[in-house]
């Protein structure tokens, strides 16, 4: 059965391609290559260079047979959007106006959606359920819950269904080691926090040691890219199976503090990772942890791999093998 899998040579996206595969699926990707990776993508695996918002796309819709879109392509970094808000509201909310067009077009029913923590804001209960307030404090968060919004209205008024799958800190890499993060800048902890070990920065900055936590620094929910990216199947075929739409949290349950991941690193690497201590950064919620009790109720998920040794260790074999990511740009 042919999957569309839009930002498929991202982060995410190709480590879902990779499970697709195992599940007998057969993924097509459409990127059009803006932060994607030509590296990423398994041999054999149909690879369209396309923006979502590309009329075009309905006749790749309808060309190749798809039955489902896991929809991963967006812009995806707060700081950035809250510097060039234009390019969120256009990549991000028109890019997905013009695909779920495409898709209803197409009579294309079904959509995976990658939605983020981010919708939730700085919570005011812990952890986090999916019927908590929807209140995002950074533009990269607004544009996800816009698409969640339009994802809900066109279910309701034509009847398509999707699943939003709401991310907390997504990290890892496969344990092949052959694919991993490779975001330019890089902004995310634990590639950074990695990097540091490898020389190619002088030290970690801890962003803030007044946080209102055990140790006063900010405390998150790292999951398994492979553990989302097997949720994200469980998802298409929840979907596939005539489940009605609905949004879920993804993490591990478990959280976190920056000095608690350095510490771990320092383990998992045995390098004495230098680390300065800096001020906090603007918009840092202190503490963000998940339930995930839901897709685990309903979908069966387990995140069998996002115990934190073995989250940095396949980071960190990536890592190694791959000090300049792909090295495609
Ligand atoms: N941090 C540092 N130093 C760094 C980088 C990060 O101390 O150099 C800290 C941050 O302050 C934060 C934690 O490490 O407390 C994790 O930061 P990341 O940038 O790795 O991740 P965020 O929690 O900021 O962002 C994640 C996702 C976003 C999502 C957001 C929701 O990556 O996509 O959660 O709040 F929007």
Redesign the pocket.
């Known amino acids: 059965m042919n999957i569309l899998v839009t930002g498929g040579a991202g982060y995410i996206g190709s480590h879902t391609v990779r499970a697709l595969l195992q599940a007998g699926f057969t993924p097509i990707i459409l990127d059009n290559f803006s932060r994607g990776h030509h590296g990423s993508i398994p041999e054999g695996v149909k690879t369209i260079e396309m923006d979502i918002a590309d009329p075009q796309v309905v006749n790749v819709l309808k060309d190749n047979d798809i039955k489902g879109i896991m929809h991963f392509a967006a812009h995806?970094?707060?700081g950035e959007s809250m510097q060039n808000p234009a390019i969120y509201y256009e990549n991000n909310v028109v890019g997905s106006y013009h695909l779920i067009e495409s898709a209803r077009k197409a009579g294309v029913n079904h959509f995976v959606f990658s939605s983020?923590?981010?919708v939730y804001g700085e919570p005011k209960v812990i952890p986090i359920q999916e019927n908590a307030e929807l209140s995002p404090t950074?533009v990269?968060?607004r544009t996800k819950l816009m698409i969640e919004d339009m994802l809900k209205d066109y279910s309701s008024i034509y009847g398509s269904t999707y699943v939003a799958l709401r991310?907390?800190?997504?990290?890892g890499a496969d344990a092949s080691g052959t694919i991993g993060e490779d975001h330019s800048p890089e902004?995310?902890?634990?590639p950074?926090?990695l990097d540091a070990a490898l020389g190619k920065r002088p030290h970690?900055?801890?962003?803030?040691t007044d946080y209102d936590t055990l140790d006063g620094?900010?405390?998150?929910d790292y999951i398994h890219v492979s553990d989302l990216a097997t949720a994200h199947v469980l998802a298409m075929r929840y979907l596939l199976d005539g489940g009605a739409s609905r949004s879920f949290n993804l993490g591990s349950g478990n959280g976190f503090s920056?000095k608690a991941?350095i510490e771990t690193a320092r383990e998992v690497t045995g390098v004495d990772i230098p680390v300065v201590y800096?001020e906090?950064?603007a918009g840092?919620?202190s503490t963000?942890i998940a339930s995930s009790e839901a897709i685990k109720s309903i979908l069966g998920w387990n995140p069998e791999h996002s115990e934190l040794h073995q989250i940095i260790g396949d980071a960190w074999h990536w890592h190694q093998q791959h000090p300049n990511g792909f090295d495609d740009k």
Do not use: E, W
């Not at 991310?167 to 990290?171: I, S």
């Not at 902004?187 to 634990?190: E, F, M, P, R, S």
């Open positions: 995806s970094q707060v983020t923590a981010a950074n990269y968060g991310y907390f800190n997504a990290a902004t995310h902890l634990i950074l926090v970690i900055t801890v962003f803030g620094t900010c405390i998150r920056v991941i800096g906090r950064r840092d919620p963000l």
